[in-house]
């Protein structure tokens, strides 16, 4: 009998027998890493030669399209359509990983080769994305071989350059409306809130890279002769930062920062709790902005971070004044202010405050991630709580919107959908470092939630004409 309880047991067969366990270890060894040019070929193998007809065995009709941007690679869009009249699902993935880091792996581990030790498998891709998608693509095949259809339209969307920012992706969208068109995102990808809490969360923090410089004069210059006598750039960037981002990492410009947590979102984030876990670092309570809680500071606030600070020569130092000075910086934002005002703020705020020599670079090849958000009562969140909680049996930790950032702006606000993403990682999962790896209780339980999720919308009841 096609029930839903058979479909998750189909779920759970294809992953106990070593289905999955196959599937996640091919993609794996792909070198499909978008950072690294030598590889870019392997990009477009892992559309053609493995999710392509993986899909195409599903029934999905299959096409890869070229990239416009040079930076960027192709894009994997396949359609399974069934009934005009049903809602349509677009499911998001990305094939390309960061680089594999070669000898860095604890006990000689090699990044493209699935490694299973104990709960944990190892593997460049396992928890950014290959696993994550590899999981959704399991679970629709899983209510096809229960129910011999999806009850629904669904499109599968993978991209090979997130890891280098998705250039050509918000064009690819705007221009392929008609190939993407959708009721509903459905995706996942970044961590749960925790390892042991299921979580569901409807936008992301936007991100915005950029570089303070300071440049006095060429060279530098013995600091025995010259110490009291000319500036030093490393002291001059040093204050111009500190009058920007304060000691216990409060943004001090206003215009960097939104006015206030929206007092409905203050309501949602009540009584989440962040933790780390054993392999994370502790909250510190008293980092970041005052009077908020750590879950509002990470959520609906945002962050001024110093990636890098150079000055002289930190390999082989000298007793001499550097006369040159850079820091690379991020601005973590929501969607309550306009990113595009921050380099002009922070440009008022440097002149204002004596420091016309720093300069606010932003690259020109930087892909800014833009903010979106999504409240839980909207209905399509409600129709998934309601789906997932009942696979669980438990509580769902619904989140406005991630801490951390993905291109969602392209789905949200070039395509006009509602998004939801399902995570199936976790914080500590090592993700663009070596040893990066994924929970097995984890993704089983990913692939029970994604199985109950796509039979329900299968099962007509859904909210698919509210946008």
Not at 16 to 24: A, I, S, V, Y
Not at 434 to 441: C, G, I, Q, R, S
Request: glycine fraction near 10%; charged fraction near 25%; include cysteine.
């Amino acid at each position: 009998m096609s029930t839903r309880t058979a479909a998750i047991a189909e779920a759970q067969r294809h992953f106990d027998e070593g289905e999955f366990r196959e599937d996640l270890a091919r993609r794996v060894a792909i070198k499909s890493t978008a950072q690294d040019p030598q590889h870019r070929d392997q990009l477009d193998l892992y559309l053609t030669d493995e999710i392509g007809p993986c899909l195409g065995e599903m029934g999905y009709e299959w096409s890869v399209f070229p990239n416009d941007e040079p930076a960027g690679g192709p894009f994997l869009v396949a359609h399974r359509r069934e009934d005009p009249d049903a809602p349509t699902a677009l499911t998001y993935g990305h094939g390309d990983v960061v680089r594999g880091h070669e000898g860095r792996w604890r006990e000689g581990r090699d990044p493209w080769t699935l490694d299973v030790d104990g709960d944990r498998w190892y593997g460049r891709g396992t928890a950014d994305n290959k696993g994550q998608h590899t999981i959704n693509i399991a679970a629709l095949r899983s209510v096809l071989r229960t129910r011999g259809r999806l009850g629904f339209n669904s499109t599968v969307f993978l991209e090979t350059s997130e890891e280098v920012g998705s250039p050509g992706l918000d064009s690819f969208a705007a221009s392929h409306k008609d190939l993407l068109e959708a009721d509903v995102l459905i995706g996942s990808d970044g961590p749960r809130f925790q390892a042991d809490s299921p979580t569901m969360f409807m936008g992301t923090r936007g991100a915005m890279n950029f570089s303070l410089h300071v440049d006095l004069r060429e060279g530098s210059h013995h600091s025995g002769n010259w110490g009291g006598l000319i500036s030093n750039a490393g002291t001059r960037l040093a204050n111009a930062l500190a009058s920007i981002v304060g000691p216990k990492g409060e943004i001090l410009v206003d215009e960097l920062k939104p006015a206030e947590v929206p007092p409905r979102v203050r309501e949602v984030l009540e009584g989440v709790v962040i933790d780390g876990g054993p392999d994370g670092p502790a909250v510190e309570p008293d980092w970041g902005e005052s009077g908020l809680t750590p879950t509002e500071r990470v959520f609906a606030w945002n962050a001024f971070e110093v990636l890098s600070f150079v000055t002289g020569d930190p390999e082989k130092v000298v007793n001499a004044i550097p006369g040159t000075a850079t820091a690379w910086c991020q601005i973590r934002f929501t969607v309550d202010r306009d990113p595009t005002t921050f380099a002009p703020a922070m440009r008022r705020h440097l002149d204002a405050g004596g420091f016309s020599d720093v300069s606010v670079q932003q690259a020109e090849d930087d892909t800014m991630m833009h903010a979106t958000r999504l409240l839980p009562d909207h209905p399509w969140v409600v129709w998934a709580r309601e789906s997932i909680e009942s696979t669980i049996d438990g509580d769902l930790t619904v989140l406005p919107n991630l801490g951390g950032s993905l291109p969602n702006d392209v789905f949200a606000d070039t395509l006009g959908l509602p998004t939801l993403w399902v995570p199936h990682s976790y914080p500590s999962c090592s993700q663009h470092a070596p040893n990066e790896h994924v929970l097995a209780p984890l993704m089983r339980e990913g692939l029970e939630m994604m199985t109950g999720l796509f039979w329900d919308l299968g099962e007509g009841r859904t909210p698919a004409l509210i946008t």
